[in-house]
């Protein structure tokens, strides 16, 4: 028998409308399958856009994997330009870590939030069933920690957030507190025909809005720590006009040095993942070959798309097998936020170059009559 503190279920459902004060406790159900049997396996964590290893096909029954997040309060760069902000998150990366598990296999958190943290945490997994996606269990204040356990019910890409209650919820998640799981089918991804689908490489790409106030001059403002800065955010943060969408943190985060690379003739799965508002993802040179765009692998995906649409809250995913080399554009399609924002990333593909598929028939020339 798990009893869950009335406390917590008041302050963070109550908040939402959605949690009910006569349930304070569960009751062990006998349907309840006997973990004690079960394998256990340890997932290390990896800061986006990279992924966890992984096995694509599951090898065996269902394991408990185990994983860890600390809830990680400081300030960061976000631009090119200066700007600095006093972010959340988890483990540090924004967004926080992909998990990987399989349908049927059981996710085991411990949650930690450091002494030298000032805020309460918690987190909101969409890929859960029950207690405010485990939000109602997970509330630790600076100096706890907290275990969960929850059973992957469903096969997909689903979003994580830190909800500890009321307006800390938006507050929390725009600073930086979110992440994505990954549920994959215990046999692997297919198309509609049922034929398997195997890829290369995978990368997840956390897409999010910021909201950054200026002052007078309109000049982003660099405050002290998280509470200077609460209330003129909250402010901007009713505008619904962020300042800055990025992915995975910043602008320019996954360009450069950081930019994603591939090689002609690999198949790579991008995880899209945006926590709080709608996003259009699009591969410039490229297509989503298969697409979950609504993040269900129990749905046959969509084929040969131009651009997708995640919604806000959710985490979708795309396959595409890259045939010609060089740098593709990968971008939320709102061009606005990509180009003058700062929600882009790039993949360099190496390889040779198929004149059949695209060449220059001729270079740039004067024009004539």
């Known amino acids: 028998m798990l009893h869950v503190n009335r406390r917590d279920v008041l302050k963070i459902g109550g908040a939402l409308g959605a949690a009910s004060a006569a349930a304070p406790v569960m009751v062990a159900s006998a349907s309840e399958t006997d973990i004690s049997g079960l394998?256990?396996?340890?997932?290390?964590?990896?800061?986006?856009?990279?992924?966890?290893?992984?096995e694509q096909v599951a090898s065996g029954g269902p394991k408990i994997v185990?994983?860890?997040?600390?809830?990680?309060?400081?300030?960061?760069?976000?631009?090119?330009?200066?700007?600095?902000?006093?972010?959340?998150?988890?483990?540090?990366?924004?967004?926080?870590?992909?998990?990987?598990?399989?349908?049927?296999?059981?996710?085991?958190?411990?949650?930690?939030?450091?002494?030298?943290?000032?805020?309460?945490?918690?987190?909101?997994?969409?890929?859960?069933?029950?207690?405010?996606?485990?939000?109602?269990?997970?509330?630790?204040s600076p100096g706890e920690q907290v275990k969960l356990r929850w059973k992957a019910t469903k096969a997909g890409t689903y979003i994580y957030h830190c909800a500890?209650?009321?307006?800390?919820?938006?507050?929390?998640?725009?600073?930086?507190?979110?992440?994505?799981?990954?549920?994959?089918?215990?046999?692997?991804?297919?198309?509609?025909?049922?034929?398997?689908?195997?890829y290369d490489r995978a990368y997840y790409i956390g897409e999010q809005d910021f909201y950054v106030p200026r002052d007078a001059e309109g000049n982003f403002i660099d405050y002290a720590d998280h509470g200077e800065g609460m209330a003129d955010?909250?402010?901007?943060?009713?505008?619904?006009?962020?300042?800055?969408?990025v992915l995975n943190g910043r602008v320019g985060a996954l360009t450069g040095d950081n930019t994603m690379t591939a090689n002609v003739g690999e198949t790579v799965l991008f995880i899209h993942s945006q926590?709080?508002?709608?996003?259009?993802?699009?591969?410039?040179?490229?297509?989503?070959?298969?697409?979950?765009?609504?993040?269900?692998?129990?749905?046959?995906?969509?084929?040969?798309?131009?651009?997708?649409?995640?919604?806000?809250?959710?985490?979708?995913?795309?396959?595409?097998?890259?045939?010609?080399?060089?740098?593709?554009?990968?971008l939320s399609h709102n061009l606005i936020e990509a180009v003058q924002l700062g929600c882009l990333a790039t993949v360099v593909v190496e390889g040779e170059w198929n004149h059949d598929l695209m060449t220059q028939v001729q270079p740039p020339t004067m024009m004539t009559a």
């Not at 394998?39 to 992984?54: D, G, I, N, S």
């Not at 307006?167 to 692997?188: C, E, K, Q, Y």
């Not at 909250?234 to 006009?241: E, R």
């Open 39 to 54: 394998p256990r396996v340890k997932q290390e964590l990896v800061a986006p856009p990279f992924v966890p290893a992984h």
């Open 66 to 140: 185990e994983v860890e997040l600390t809830a990680t309060e400081d300030k960061r760069e976000i631009d090119d330009e200066g700007t600095m902000l006093n972010t959340l998150s988890f483990n540090g990366s924004i967004p926080g870590p992909l998990m990987i598990c399989h349908e049927g296999d059981y996710i085991e958190l411990t949650l930690k939030n450091p002494e030298s943290n000032v805020f309460e945490h918690n987190i909101d997994f969409h890929a859960s069933t029950g207690a405010l996606g485990g939000g109602a269990l997970t509330l630790v």
């Open 164 to 198: 500890p209650g009321g307006t800390m919820i938006p507050f929390h998640v725009v600073s930086g507190m979110n992440g994505a799981v990954m549920v994959l089918p215990r046999d692997g991804l297919k198309d509609r025909h049922g034929n398997p689908l195997r």
């Open 233 to 245: 955010m909250f402010d901007v943060m009713q505008t619904l006009t962020p300042t800055h969408v």
């Open 275 to 330: 926590a709080n508002r709608d996003s259009r993802p699009h591969l410039i040179g490229g297509h989503g070959d298969y697409v979950w765009e609504q993040g269900s692998f129990a749905d046959p995906p969509a084929e040969g798309l131009e651009t997708w649409f995640i919604r806000g809250g959710s985490a979708g995913a795309a396959l595409y097998t890259f045939l010609q080399s060089g740098v593709y554009v990968y």
